[in-house]
């Protein structure tokens, strides 16, 4: 959902997406320490510390005069799209070396691919409430989240599907929902499609013999 409207919280007012994404960060680390455990709730932590702070310094990049002018700004601003890209691109990075390292099991991988489809979930479904849109946009994109991620659930009890395959139909509801919105190549899809790839590659890496893992470390 576009952003629409913008909330007073004390002596500042942040736009309803920065809302959402507290709000999303909150919600899944409860639920993955509650659901899977406290060291994956951590794990989950770490990547979000980790895009967020990375997104955060990219303002260095981006408006470096600004910078020099007004170091204080760092803490205002952000690097934008740029930013958070760069953002997810470094955490998966550092995804893919924990799996190397900590050789990755089925629980793991599907801890991650739960805790990123929660994050988008509660993201969307709370900009939808945040913001004005269309009935049919709002209900669609809370109903097909809600399926998704119940799906997920379901799939990782079942054992039914790997991750790969749960994250390719994840990006394909997402995909569905933006076209419900009117906006279909948005920086939360482009983070969903990043997402699906991050999972078909630790997917990859897990698989990998323990002896041919040893070797490149």
Known sequence: ????????????????????????????????????GKVHGERVSNIFFNVIIIWKLSVVLTDFSMVIKNPLSILYFHGGTFGWILGLIVAGL??????????????????LLLAFICWQGVYQIAMAFLNEGSHLAKSGTV???????????WSERKKVNTVSELASVFVAVHFLVSALQGNVLNTAWI???FIGLLMWAVERVSSQPISRREEIE
């Open 191 to 193: 983070t969903t499609i």
């Open 143 to 153: 109903l097909l989240f809600i399926a998704i991620f119940l799906l997920a659930c």
């Open 94 to 111: 550092l995804i893919i070396r924990q799996v190397y390292k900590e050789k990755w099991e089925r629980k793991d991988q599907w801890a």
């Open 1 to 36: 959902m576009p952003v629409t409207q913008y909330y007073p919280i004390g002596s500042i007012t942040l736009p309803s997406s920065w809302i959402a994404l507290i709000a999303g960060f909150i919600v899944t680390y409860l639920f993955i320490r509650l659901y899977v």
